[in-house]
């Protein structure tokens, strides 16, 4: 089976599997509900969605010539993307909002330069600021 054939293979599975068990996301919800139940700790549909990938290549391991555990493998990848972006969100998006947070306050900035009486970006007031001259 070539590559191609996995991949249309995968998404004719996700079609059939959505007409018997309904929609991904809720079958995922209830099992990271399960999941949290059960660890007694919170569990995400995006972790469910990597352990499953996870079983699926352990099957691999030990037959890894057997078509489905290929084909549900890229299923269950392609289900941990889309829950990716729902639980992490747009990760440049999130540093940028961190950096503008946490970054100096350009007010800050100035008034430390401003305390600057030789010229040269010293503080006259630091003991190995260079003398002016």
């Not at 599975?13 to 929609?23: A, D, I, K, S």
């Not at 079983?55 to 549900?72: F, G, H, I, M």
């Not at 100096?104 to 600021?129: I, L, Y």
């Amino acid at each position: 089976m070539s590559h191609t054939d996995i991949l249309t293979t995968a998404a004719s599975t996700l079609r059939e599997r959505g007409h018997q068990y309904g929609p991904v996301e809720l079958a995922f919800d209830r099992a990271s509900k399960l999941a949290s139940i059960r660890l007694n700790k919170p569990v995400s549909m995006y972790d469910i969605a990597i352990v499953m990938s996870c079983v699926k290549q352990a099957r691999q391991t030990e037959n890894p010539t057997l078509v489905d555990s290929w084909v549900d493998d890229v299923n269950y990848t392609a289900i941990a993307g889309q829950f990716a972006q729902a639980q992490f969100g747009n990760i440049e998006d999130d540093i940028a909002a961190m950096a503008r947070r946490f970054a100096p306050k350009r007010e800050n900035m100035n008034a430390e330069s401003s305390g600057d009486t030789n010229g040269n970006g010293a503080h006259s007031d630091r003991p190995d600021a260079p003398s002016g001259g």
